[in-house]
């Protein structure tokens, strides 16, 4: 079965290409605020599919991600297998690498299954 557009745009996706991050011409302090409702990804364990909303906020430096590349980043969890804590902790680490903000915050906010409710904060200013 052939790729749909869409499925072969994740899969072939690459979130460090520097093209996806542009230039920050903003000095002032403020707060980027990006909700994504949709994400998911499959259970290490049991393979069942795992929903999530992601909040992203940041201080933006030198630094901003394109809106279009952060949602196909997000999507790329899709065919993978990875916990709640380490799916996380992976989008934190890789934006905050290459975004180098003065400070970000990424919440997990998973949907409960199995009558479980997860939520994962990671906040740059409690490292």
Not at 4 to 14: A, L, N, S
Not at 30 to 52: Q, T, V
Not at 84 to 94: C, G, L
Not at 96 to 125: C, Q
Request: proline share 6%; glycine share 2%; charged share 30%.
């Amino acid at each position: 079965m052939e790729m749909k557009y869409g499925e072969k745009e994740i899969v072939e996706f690459d979130i460090n290409n520097e093209e996806h991050y542009w230039p920050n011409k903003n000095e002032k302090n403020y707060i980027i605020n990006i909700e994504l409702p949709e994400f998911m990804a499959k259970c290490p364990r049991s393979g069942y599919p795992d929903f999530a909303t992601i909040k992203l906020q940041y201080t933006p430096n030198k630094k901003v991600i394109e809106l279009k590349a952060l949602k196909i980043y997000i999507n790329t969890f899709i065919y993978r297998e990875v916990s709640h804590e380490n799916s996380a902790n992976e989008i934190f680490d890789t934006l905050y690498e290459k975004l180098e903000p003065k400070w970000m915050k990424v919440v997990a906010d998973f949907k409960p299954r199995g009558n479980v409710h997860t939520v994962i904060e990671i906040d740059s200013a409690k490292m």
